[in-house]
């Protein structure tokens, strides 16, 4: 019986999904934020962190 899916390949999934360039582009835009203000965020007196049901403060 041969089956009906066709085998997973990494690079053809990415090319075929529809939002693959969002994410991609979505991606780069955070890491050029995070690059343009990273002073502001080491700066920041604590790191806030979420878990589920509970925002968590780490002070520096």
């Known amino acids: 019986m041969e089956a009906i899916f066709r085998p997973y390949d990494p690079?053809?999934?990415?090319?075929?999904?529809?939002?693959a360039g969002d994410r991609l582009r979505h991606r780069?835009?955070?890491?050029?934020?995070?690059?343009?203000?990273?002073?502001?965020?080491?700066?920041e007196e604590s790191i806030i962190g979420k878990d589920r049901n509970r925002i968590i403060k780490v002070p520096i």
């Open 28 to 43: 780069e835009k955070v890491r050029e934020a995070i690059r343009e203000n990273i002073a502001d965020i080491v700066a």
């Open 11 to 19: 690079s053809s999934a990415q090319r075929s999904d529809r939002s």
